[in-house]
DNA sequence: GTAACTGATTGCGGTTTGCAACCGGCTCGG
DNA sequence: CCGAGCCGGTTGCAAACCGCAATCAGTTAC
């Protein structure tokens, strides 16, 4: 059992998260709902190799970040699921958006999600955790409002049309 | 001029923070107010390389996340200040210290101040950005409490003492 | 004058990264 | 039942990056 460079709680965070593929690929499980290796390995923005892939799902797997399940209608598929902890990152995710869409170069219609992350705030972000939870832990929710998932895809989409 | 791999906003924010070390620093420099090279080095908690602290000084620099300026008191010192983006980081630190909390195997005298900060929530998080723009910015503040980043430091320490 | 301290740089070996090609098992249409 | 294409990966390789120890020249305190 190797244990990390310290105990503090930013540094341990880092030491899971802190490189440049993991976020993306809990992103776009999160966001674009993508659960097989081949939809995170070909539509992903950033064109993630198959090999770095292959590594970040086993490693987010093994601490626990990630799940893994067969997929029952392909013998060969299987569907990665976000955790509890996984689905708890949306605060530091929504965050994290916020801050480079207020100081980096972002692209308009990618921008928008984050936008309307920052601007529902906290009770959006229950609101889409709880979502998740049903995505990608069973876990039923109480029928709300209309899926946060599905405004924030439109919002992405209706602003793709205004090229 | 290189561009990124996307203009999505999580993507970019993690092409700037997305190593084990940036984030680091920065925490360094905002909670422990350690303003110089040497500081930086040796009172660091993960025990950097020189040259990888040099390294990230510059890429942070060149970035806007960091400042230098010579120290007065020493010809060959430089003061390295957070500037208004990095500052802005403070909710996302709050919000990854209280993940790393919860789902990590934190030690306790280095967990309270993320949960001292989780509690404070964000008006808390607001004062402190404000005393760190009187710190590194010059930017008077109006007289408020006692001082986050003395109240952050005292329970750290008391913490030590219940050794 | 000299010893300690300043922000770095250099050399080196090991690890990680990104890319392209490839793999055996599986499914589906004909 | 056969071939094409899909499935989650693996392999080989070159380049970049990483961490460590040693070292540097200029500055300061004594």
Redesign the pocket.
């Known amino acids: 059992m190797e244990q990390g460079r310290s105990g503090c709680p930013i540094n341990l965070s880092l030491e899971v998260l802190g490189?440049?593929?993991s976020l993306v690929i809990i992103r776009d499980m999160m966001f674009g709902n993508r659960r097989?290796?081949?939809?995170l390995?070909h539509n992903s923005e950033e064109?993630?190799?198959?090999?770095?892939l292959?590594?970040r799902?086993?490693r987010l797997t093994e601490r626990g970040l990630v799940s893994?399940a067969p997929?029952p209608?392909?013998?060969?598929?299987?569907i990665y699921s976000l955790t509890e902890p996984s689905i708890q990152l949306v605060p530091v995710m929504a965050h994290l958006g916020a801050w480079g869409r207020r100081h980096l170069p972002v692209t308009r219609e990618l921008a928008v999600r984050a936008e309307l992350l920052e601007r529902g705030g906290p009770e959006l972000w229950e609101q889409f955790m709880d979502e998740l939870r049903e995505q990608h832990l069973d876990i039923p929710r109480a029928a709300g409002s209309e899926s946060v998932f599905a405004r924030l895809r439109a919002a992405y989409e209706a602003e793709l049309l205004r090229d």
């Open positions: 490189d440049k593929w097989h290796f081949r939809e390995l064109g993630i190799a198959s090999n770095i292959s590594d799902l086993h893994r997929d209608s392909h013998k060969q598929k299987v």
